[in-house]
């Protein structure tokens, strides 16, 4: 019972401290930072980085020593048969030769014997045997290497940029989610703010209708504005779910986790709007863009340097050392197995002499390949220039609009309560009345939106210019 009573509160204490590690509220910046740590496509963007770093080394290490051994067993369930030919085996072969010096006749020998004729069947070696070798090789000079060591400095370079634009644009998608999330809570206030002001001017507009001083129209019109505000109303409460689960995707959580955000809309805006971005140099060189594009050239510059390295020739050295252990039996574990030793040493230089222009033409293609790649990188130098001034002027224009939108809310608001009134008083028609309403409710959208443009405008600036500014 002990054990089981210790056992449940380890594992309340653990999925205490594991849900902990769960973020129930967050400001934008938490989520920021939550995003960069945590978002899926940053954790494997910094599993690329742990990649190339290995590829590095492995790189590296295939210029070092490589030891090898192989332990080899065979069984001959069959020994294989070769052919002599019998005289090969004749006794008397020494004296058919003497005949053919001396003459033999006057002496009292035996006859001798015909010469065997045929082939006799021979087994050699034994029916198992077993060998134990180790080789080492070491390349000594190899043009391939030496680009390749290159080429894995580039490839992990190519890997860190891959990680600064992945978060950059992380942290751009999760500042675009947090403000949506935002612009949905925000809209969702506003249209039960007027549907509460709509309903109380239906339900006054009713009774004056049912007390035969007002017209019917009245009660329509006030009914159709309700009716298109609650659709509106039911519409984004939808897209806020969607915003939440979205936002949850950026910072790497479950789609369905609940979230509290600690920011506003207003705040935000308020501290997104910074004219000093716009006094930014620009400079395409410094972004994250350029320096992969650059990284691009490099590699086919390489490529280049590979291919004319394929013509160059290759020094390798090795030495193996190994014992071999022969017997009709299985009889190699036993001390009293006859082992017999060998060793050799060698150097092996491959010279390339012609290839019937095979190694040319990959050359030129490659060759070919570092031009594009160049002219590439200027396109991406200009296409950069115009991005960046795009998003300033973008962002400028947001700044602006926001400024504008706030104005005309406020007329909005004033034109809406006058209207309001005359309504009331008997001196305003309903249409007029659902026009001023119907205006409000557009300026009130409008700021939302303009609200949220300018952090997203300030964001996509950011990271064109590949610069996060302080607000």
């Known amino acids: 019972m002990k054990k089981t009573l210790i056992f449940i509160l380890g594992f309340i204490v653990f999925q205490t401290g594991f849900s902990q590690e769960i973020p129930t509220s967050l400001s934008l910046q938490e989520a920021i ?10 954790i494997n963007a910094a599993r690329d980085i742990d990649a190339a770093e290995q590829q590095k080394w492995e790189t590296t290490a295939s210029g070092l020593p490589q030891i090898n051994a192989s332990i080899d067993y065979q069984n001959n369930l069959k020994q294989q048969v070769s052919l002599l030919p019998a005289s090969a085996f004749d006794p008397f072969s020494s004296i058919r030769q003497l005949e053919d010096y001396y003459d033999l006749e006057n002496l009292q020998i035996q006859p001798l014997p015909a010469e065997p004729e045929g082939f006799l069947p021979i087994v050699f070696g034994t029916k198992q045997n077993m060998t134990a070798f180790a080789t080492l090789n070491q390349k000594i000079f190899d043009g391939s290497y030496l680009v390749g060591l290159q080429s ?39 249209f039960q703010r007027n549907i509460d002001v709509l309903e109380k001017n239906l339900f006054e507009t009713q009774k004056i209708y049912e007390n035969g001083l007002g017209e019917e129209e009245s009660v329509e019109q006030l009914q159709i504005t309700l009716s298109g505000v609650q659709s509106n109303l039911n519409n984004v409460e939808r897209l806020k779910t969607l915003a939440y689960q979205m936002l949850n995707i950026n910072l790497g959580l479950d789609v369905y986790n609940d979230l509290v955000l600690t920011d506003n809309l207003e705040t935000l805006t308020a501290e997104n709007i ?55 039996e299985f009889t190699f574990a036993d001390r009293s197995q006859d082992w017999f030793g060998s060793s050799l040493f060698g150097v092996s230089l491959d010279i390339p002499i012609f290839s019937s222009g095979m190694r040319s033409a990959s050359t030129q293609r490659a060759q070919i390949n570092l031009e594009k790649a160049q002219t590439e990188l200027t396109e991406t130098e200009q296409r950069i220039k ?6 300033k002027s973008d962002y400028q224009f947001a700044i602006e609009d926001y400024e504008n939108k706030k104005e005309n809310l406020a007329l909005a608001e004033r034109i809406e309560t006058k209207n309001q009134t005359k309504f009331f008083e008997g001196i305003g028609s309903s249409f007029e009345l659902r026009q001023a309403q119907t205006q409000l409710y557009t300026a009130q959208q409008e700021l939302l939106q303009a609200m949220l443009d300018v952090i997203n405008k300030k964001a996509a ?6 610069t996060i500014t302080l607000n």
Request: charged share 25%; aromatic share 6%.
């Open 274 to 328: 910074s004219l000093a971005i716009l006094e930014v140099e620009n400079n395409p060189e410094s972004t994250i863009d350029y320096l992969i594009a650059q990284n691009d050239t490099k590699a086919k510059e390489l490529m280049v340097k590979l291919e004319k390295s394929k013509a160059l020739p290759t020094l390798n050295a090795f030495i193996n050392g190994g014992y071999s252990g022969f017997s009709d």
């Open 386 to 391: 115009l991005q960046i001034a795009s998003a």
């Open 461 to 466: 600036l950011e990271t064109a210019l590949n």
């Open 33 to 42: 930072d939550y995003a960069l740590k945590n978002n899926r496509t940053a």
């Open 152 to 190: 894995a400095k580039v490839f992990l370079e190519i890997s860190k940029n891959a990680k600064v634009k992945t978060d950059l644009e992380v942290r751009k998608a999760v500042i675009e989610a947090y403000g949506n999330v935002l612009l949905a809570e925000e809209s969702i206030q506003i």
